[in-house]
């Protein structure tokens, strides 16, 4: 009894159960799909029946879990709106909303609007994208009960939940997706059909850049929010190949997945010897990985693409993803740091500047004991390379920080950095220099990874993991005594 007590509690046990059911509902999905697509004008039975039928149970037993784990917390003296384990609370708000959905689809919609209906005119109604919608918040359950438990290293499940919800978003776009529908194959069943060839091209090139950018997005997501093992964007990748390529049973397209994850994890491998996480060179590179893996495929297969159209269709695939990942990636860091902040923090404040209000979600934590502060300094020091994520930092605005003159937040916030790193090094203290120059060398130098750090100051990686985070904690201190100066010494203009 007390071992099953035990495994109740273990929210890492509850992560495998319902990544499990979760898992169920996506294979039963496209299987339904497949029975819908496989066959031209046609819905394949039983197929059809057993693919809906897997959703539902599923879905029903995924419900009783939740509500029993809710039920059983409330019995041990948990609160209603804590019951659930951390990041749960959505799931089972998204399986009522998947039930409701469920029920006017079948008793309302299906009976008087898709008599017959096939394709686009079944999967993009109302009550079908809010049912997707709803089963991509369930299956990301466990994914976000790991970031909100604190857990860095992305672990098989979380993984699992990951993938799950990137084949969520590749079911709702299975009608732009190459591996379903390979347009650039010779042989290709539906291109005969097609009478204009230039269509054909057009959804091709559409699709291809479409997946690339959800696969670079998925890829941005983990890295952004986790430490990845080697091999897991190839594992998150290669699991969504595999239920991609049962809606037309084109399994022969795996390999263009499982090569996309490899670059990926490669990519990730090489650049781990520099500070800081890659963005949006790993965007480009999983998005180029894509494109060149399918090109490759298909030049096996049989393409009658020229080679033209095939490199100006990797290079706006690497070029697209690379501005997506440069444009998301000067949001990441605060959107990572502000769930650590907000219960330091005070309530949220606002203020009105030519009529919009904005809002001050991060702030500098004045509590030298906060265990925000380091955090906050090493997000600027992943930073310094990357002027737009460097300048939404909350350092930045600091008193005594950023020049009155209006110039670059980011540059000023670098300089200040580098200065008091600089002037750390060089401390009487030998604990505080050893400190600064391992924050000089490994952040502003670049010398190399933290190895290489260790064995060029001579440290022990225990002391080379206490040296790093006194050097965050120094630093605070002395940007707290800098802003604190400029306070009671403000400059005239």
């Known amino acids: 009894m007390k071992t099953a007590r035990r495994l109740i509690d273990n929210p890492h046990v509850f992560d495998q159960v319902v990544v499990t059911l979760a898992g169920i509902i996506v294979l039963g999905a496209y299987v339904t799909a497949y029975a819908y697509v496989f066959k031209p004008q046609t819905v394949l039975q039983p197929t059809s029946t057993i693919g809906q039928s897997t959703v539902l149970a599923a879905w029903l037993v995924l419900v009783g879990v939740l509500f029993a784990e809710a039920g059983y917390s409330i019995r041990r003296g948990r609160t209603w709106d804590?019951?659930?384990?951390?990041?749960?609370?959505?799931?089972?708000?998204?399986?009522?909303?998947?039930?409701?959905?469920?029920?006017?689809d079948t008793q309302y919609w299906t009976p008087n609007f898709e008599q017959g209906a096939l394709g686009l005119d079944v999967l993009f109604t109302p009550p079908r994208l809010v049912e997707i919608a709803a089963v991509a918040v369930m299956v990301s359950g466990p994914l976000r009960a790991a970031a909100r438990r604190?857990?860095?290293?992305?672990?098989?499940?979380?993984?699992?939940?990951?993938?799950?919800?990137?084949?969520?978003?590749?079911?709702?776009?299975?009608?732009?997706h190459p591996l379903i529908d390979p347009w650039a194959w010779s042989h290709y069943d539906f291109l005969g059909q097609e009478p204009l060839g230039w269509v054909g091209k057009n959804e091709g090139v559409a699709a291809i850049l479409a997946q690339a950018l959800i696969l670079a997005g998925t890829a941005l997501l983990l890295n952004s929010g986790f430490?990845?093992?080697?091999?897991?964007?190839?594992?998150?990748?290669?699991?969504?190949?595999?239920?991609?390529?049962?809606?037309?049973?084109?399994?022969?397209?795996?390999?263009?997945?499982?090569?996309?994850?490899?670059?990926?994890?490669?990519?990730?491998?090489?650049?781990?010897?520099?500070?800081?996480?890659?963005?949006?060179?790993?965007?480009?590179?999983?998005?180029?990985?894509?494109?060149?893996?399918?090109?490759?495929?298909?030049?096996?297969?049989?393409?009658?693409?020229?080679?033209?159209?095939?490199?100006?269709?990797?290079?706006?695939?690497?070029?697209?993803?690379?501005?997506?990942?440069?444009?998301?990636?000067?949001?990441?860091?605060?959107?990572?740091?502000?769930?650590?902040?907000?219960?330091?923090?005070?309530?949220?404040?606002?203020?009105?500047?030519?009529?919009?209000?904005?809002?001050?979600?991060?702030k500098w934590p004045r509590d030298p004991a906060s265990t925000v502060r380091p955090l906050l300094v090493r997000a600027a020091l992943d930073d310094l390379g990357t002027p737009e994520?460097?300048?939404?930092?909350?350092?930045g605005k600091l008193p005594g920080i950023a020049s009155q003159g209006g110039g670059s937040t980011a540059a000023d916030l670098r300089a200040c950095l580098v200065d008091v790193i600089?002037?750390?090094?060089?401390?009487?203290?030998?604990?505080?220099?050893e400190a600064g120059r391992l924050l000089f060398?490994?952040?502003?130098?670049?010398?190399?990874?933290?190895?290489?750090?260790?064995?060029?100051?001579?440290?022990?990686?225990?002391?080379?993991?206490?040296?790093?985070?006194?050097?965050?904690?120094?630093?605070?201190?002395?940007?707290?005594?800098?802003?604190?100066?400029?306070?009671?010494?403000?400059?005239?203009?």
């Open 150 to 176: 604190g857990e860095t290293e992305a672990s098989v499940v979380t993984l699992i939940s990951a993938s799950l919800l990137l084949s969520t978003i590749t079911f709702a776009t299975q009608f732009l």
């Open 389 to 395: 994520a460097l300048g939404r930092n909350p350092l």
């Open 227 to 362: 430490r990845l093992r080697t091999g897991s964007l190839t594992f998150v990748f290669t699991l969504n190949g595999l239920l991609v390529t049962i809606t037309k049973l084109h399994f022969e397209f795996l390999p263009v997945l499982f090569l996309t994850g490899v670059a990926g994890d490669a990519w990730l491998l090489w650049t781990s010897r520099r500070p800081g996480r890659p963005t949006a060179s790993l965007c480009a590179v999983v998005g180029g990985a894509f494109a060149i893996s399918y090109m490759l495929e298909l030049v096996l297969l049989d393409t009658d693409w020229n080679a033209s159209l095939w490199a100006g269709t990797i290079l706006a695939t690497t070029m697209i993803c690379w501005l997506m990942g440069r444009l998301l990636r000067a949001g990441l860091p605060v959107a990572i740091v502000a769930p650590l902040v907000a219960p330091e923090t005070p309530p949220v404040e606002t203020k009105t500047v030519a009529g919009n209000e904005v809002r001050n979600d991060v």
């Open 82 to 104: 804590r019951a659930l384990p951390e990041g749960y609370v959505g799931s089972l708000a998204a399986a009522l909303v998947f039930g409701i959905a469920w029920l006017v």
């Open 422 to 433: 600089d002037e750390l090094a060089k401390s009487s203290h030998p604990r505080d220099a």
């Open 441 to 493: 060398d490994y952040y502003v130098k670049r010398v190399g990874s933290h190895e290489v750090i260790m064995e060029r100051l001579h440290l022990s990686r225990p002391t080379f993991y206490r040296r790093l985070q006194r050097g965050f904690l120094l630093v605070a201190e002395r940007l707290d005594e800098m802003s604190e100066f400029a306070g009671d010494n403000p400059m005239k203009p």
